[in-house]
């Protein structure tokens, strides 16, 4: 089963625009990521929260996670066209083997230039 | 080097080929996944070997046959694949298994006629 679902499914925004995204998810975790992936390529490592973390930046990107509301969100300031790219979270899910890294079902963020 | 290799980028096969995707990564990680994408879907995880023992197989169909041959590689061995088979497989690794980051190849974009 699906763990995280994200809204929206599709932003469209204008470069210098910040973009936000959010994640909600079904059961208690251990920590939550975040990736991007350009069009039909691989996934890429954007930032990593804690379950006892409640914010965290890394350069453009700020994360914060509210484990009341079971629930993420990720902000990119200033973006630039190079952000255009599909955006998930994905969690471990404690209620389930913590091999397993269940992503979100996805942000399509698009900045025009 | 810090890569996830796959090969082959792009592969066409009929219903009743056998056909071989690879995988190959030189960091020291010793957790391996195969991942499945349909368009505008998140990846799907298929397998996870860790310490080259199979962890977790999420009920895959038996036409899709991992194996781990050493640390560095893994292989996913394609028999008798339905259309529907068509995505994107992907490759990742990790440190260790346990969710922790992922690092992903690009990928190999399957075609089943």
């Known amino acids: 089963s699906q763990q995280g679902e994200e809204d929206p499914q599709a932003l469209s925004i204008q470069e210098g625009e910040n973009a936000t995204m959010n994640c909600s998810y079904k059961t208690s975790i251990n920590n939550l990521q975040w990736y991007r992936q350009n069009s039909g390529r691989g996934l890429v490592h954007l930032i990593l929260i804690r379950s006892n973390e409640r914010e965290k930046h890394s350069g453009r990107l700020r994360v914060t996670l509210d484990t009341s509301k079971k629930s993420s969100s990720l902000l990119i300031t200033a973006s630039r066209a190079a952000d255009t790219a599909s955006y998930f979270c994905?969690?471990?899910?404690?209620?389930?083997?913590?091999?397993?890294?269940?992503f979100g079902t996805g942000t399509r963020l698009q900045v025009f230039p | 080097d810090t890569e996830v290799t796959q090969t082959p980028k792009h592969l066409v096969m009929g219903m009743t080929n056998k056909k071989s995707l690879k995988c190959e990564q030189h960091?020291?990680?010793?957790?391996m996944y195969w991942y499945k994408q349909k368009a505008k879907k998140p990846p799907e995880l298929m397998f996870v070997y860790s310490y080259e023992k199979l962890s977790i197989n999420e009920s895959v169909p038996s036409r899709f046959s991992p194996e781990c041959p050493n640390s560095s590689l893994l292989n996913l061995h394609l028999h008798a694949l339905q259309p529907e088979d068509s995505a994107l497989y992907l490759c990742?690794?990790?440190?260790?298994?346990?969710?922790?980051?992922?690092?992903f190849g690009a990928g190999s974009r399957l075609t089943v006629l």
């Open positions: 960091m020291g990680h010793r957790a």
């Open positions: 990742a690794s990790s440190l260790v298994s346990g969710a922790n980051v992922l690092t």
């Open positions: 994905a969690t471990d899910a404690t209620a389930y083997n913590t091999d397993k890294l269940i």
